[in-house]
């Protein structure tokens, strides 16, 4: 898997962390260790969202299930009107990278940032 040991068990660190930003604005993330399988190679389920003040998801990236007829299951959410669209997991800290930066332009776009 990219990325060192270190960006993993900080990545599982923030299982079922939530964070607060703006009006009511809320990331939740949840990370932990699964068997390596042809969907998840990387050992890892995770999903990362984003979800408006009425609890309404905003934009998430997750494994949870595949998407089309690909094998692997990662992919990101986008609630605009778009369907999911895959993902490209490049390791932990590019997962987190890649996430925030999506978030970052949400709320700025909505005036949070």
Known sequence: ???????????????????????????????????????????????????????????????AHGIGRGAEHDHRHVHDGRKARRYTFRGPAALLEDFYAEVRRILQQRGIL
């Open 1 to 63: 898997m990219p990325g060192t040991d270190h960006e993993l068990e900080f990545l599982l660190s923030l299982d079922g962390a939530e964070f607060q930003f703006g009006t009511g604005y809320v990331v939740k993330i949840e990370a932990r260790r699964i068997a390596a399988t042809q969907a998840r190679p990387h050992g890892i389920k995770y999903s990362l969202t984003l979800h408006d003040p009425t609890g309404r998801r905003l934009y998430g990236i997750d494994n």
